[in-house]
């Protein structure tokens, strides 16, 4: 099975690179490919401002009812670009023919353009290969990456594609109660955080896909969910309490949470070689230091690093180690910034370059969880 990712403009690219990367970190007989430079955009006559009246309208698919205690403030009424289902699914249709993709394979657009049915995401019932998901607003419900529940639905949508015949299929069979299924229908969009939290399928519908699915595709996207799930936790700060993860650096210097879910930590090459520094002094380093550890930074970031010359890669070292300047600094704020997006503030402390200003800064962590395969 292939599902061809494409986004609209507005859609943050780096957004849209965690979402391929959450869905590629699980191995298996789903493909999910993307061309990074390739962007739809909805021409002015194809949106429209909507007005959302008050709080109820914004959370709710199709009437409104219920409030909740939300995540992000909302300023009501409000109005935002929105288009029909149908200019959604022709934005895919256009893709899918100019790029040839045949019919079987699932062409899903991520976009920040809101639909008047307020939906997170839907299947084209004409052509249940084409599907939206709507990537704006989730921090309205959610207190982690956007990533997160964007990835998810497009695990849901290739699972509904397999168990239901159609949107009156759908609409009939699917749970209008939420149970922390992946077809909880969620008309109080607010639900979805339970099914988000249990990263599960019930077992009428995980039998209903069976008959529809191969096994290992099945299994494949469980597995995802499940990942999911487990990461979606640690970004929420909800397992702040967990032991400590051993800390795994691969041959390729790549570096891993494996007893958080594998989480992979992904920092730049010049913050990596800061980082593997810190890490190879215990006893921390003051930040004015930095110049004297210049050679062991040149031969770590030449280890990391295939981009430029080594003359080229002596600059950045020397920029960074400069007093005079933050480079370093910002560095450090980054890598804070990754740990705690990964597993929350709480479990992030101890992974992370820290040190009050003028003394030393240092990784307040157990070398002994530290393991590599060099």
């Avoid at 896909?209 to 936790?233: G, V």
């Avoid at 691969?250 to 930590?265: A, M, V, W």
Wanted: contains cysteine; glycine residues 4%.
């Amino acid at each position: 099975m292939k599902v061809h990712l494409l986004k609209s403009i507005e859609v943050d690219t780096a957004l849209f690179t965690k979402v391929v990367d959450f869905l590629q970190s699980i191995p298996g007989p789903i493909q999910f490919v993307f061309d990074i430079h390739a962007t739809t955009y909805f021409e002015d006559e194809e949106v429209f401002m909507y007005q959302i009246r008050d709080k109820e309208h914004f959370e709710k698919k199709i009437t409104p009812h219920v409030s909740v205690n939300n995540c992000k403030v909302m300023d009501f009424p409000m109005e935002r670009e929105t288009t029909t289902w149908g200019g959604l699914f022709k934005k895919a249709s256009q893709y899918r023919k100019e790029n040839n993709i045949p019919n079987d394979e699932f062409v899903i657009l991520l976009t920040d353009i809101a639909n008047k049915e307020n939906w997170f995401a839907a299947l084209d019932e004409k052509m249940p290969y084409n599907g939206f998901i709507h990537t704006d607003d989730w921090d309205y419900y959610i207190k982690c990456s956007a990533a997160f529940p964007i990835a998810y639905e497009v695990i849901a949508l290739i699972l509904q594609k397999h168990m239901f015949d159609g949107l009156y299929d759908l609409r009939t069979k699917i749970h209008q109660s939420p149970i922390g299924c992946v077809n909880d229908f969620c008309l109080h969009k607010n639900e979805i955080i339970l099914k988000l939290r249990t990263g599960d399928v019930c077992e009428e519908c995980i039998e209903r896909a069976a008959e529809k699915i191969s096994l290992p595709e099945l299994h494949h996207s469980l597995q995802i969910m499940s990942s999911l799930r487990e990461k979606m936790l640690f970004a929420q700060n909800l397992k702040r309490y967990s032991p400590l993860s051993k800390l795994y650096i691969n041959k390729k210097n790549k570096i891993y949470l494996p007893d958080f879910g594998n989480i992979e930590i992904k920092l730049r090459p010049l913050e990596k070689a800061l980082y593997f520094l810190f890490l190879r002094h215990p006893e921390g380093l003051f930040h004015s230091s930095l110049s004297e550890h210049r050679k062991e930074l040149y031969e770590i970031y030449a280890s990391i690093s295939t981009m430029g010359d080594l003359a080229e890669m002596k600059v950045r070292i020397d920029d960074m180690v400069n007093t005079l300047n933050d480079s370093a600094s910002q560095k450090m704020s980054r890598i804070k910034r990754v740990f705690e997006e990964a597993i929350g503030p709480d479990l992030a402390k101890h992974y992370y370059i820290k040190g009050e200003s003028g003394q030393k800064k240092g990784i307040d962590f157990d070398r002994s969880l530290l393991k590599t395969s060099k």
